[in-house]
């Protein structure tokens, strides 16, 4: 498993000047739909591609197991959720069990295949032979 911890930057000239040296709380900014407050860490750093929940599900995949995060709007506003280890299909985040759904029904070796360029084109070798006119 893969842990990253991230430290906050330093204050920013406005946080300085006008917040008294006080650093904005991330657990209370605005999110980009506008309905829930908090951030992971940084306002833009939202998971638009699902990344965390296709994590959570190849973890739990290869392991049995998996850390379930608890986002900052759910974590720090009432009712109040835990981070938790999932050893149970259903304590997963619904996004990631519809991601292990997914690996397990496909097809992974032809999806990997392509991917690597194992399936190329026969016409993609032409493509390589540059004709000099010198």
């Not at 650093?23 to 908090?38: C, I, Q, W």
């Not at 959720?81 to 050893?87: D, G, K, L, M, Q």
């Not at 996004?95 to 194992?118: H, T, V």
Request: proline share 4%; with cysteine.
């Amino acid at each position: 498993m893969l842990m990253v911890s991230m430290m906050k930057p330093p204050l920013t000239e406005d946080e300085v000047q006008w917040k008294k040296g006080v650093r904005m709380d991330n657990r209370a900014a605005s999110r980009n739909d506008g309905h829930r407050k908090g951030v992971r860490f940084f306002k833009d750093d939202e998971d638009f591609y699902q990344l965390e929940d296709t994590l959570m599900a190849l973890c739990f995949l290869e392991a049995g197991d998996s850390w379930v995060p608890v986002p900052p709007w759910k974590q720090f506003h009432y009712p109040f959720e835990v981070s938790r280890r999932a050893t149970d299909l259903a304590a997963l985040t619904d996004g990631a069990r519809q991601q292990l759904e997914r690996m397990l029904q496909g097809d992974d070796d032809d999806d990997y295949d392509s991917i690597n360029g194992c399936n190329q084109r026969e016409d993609d070798s032409e493509l390589d032979n540059t004709d000099d006119d010198d």
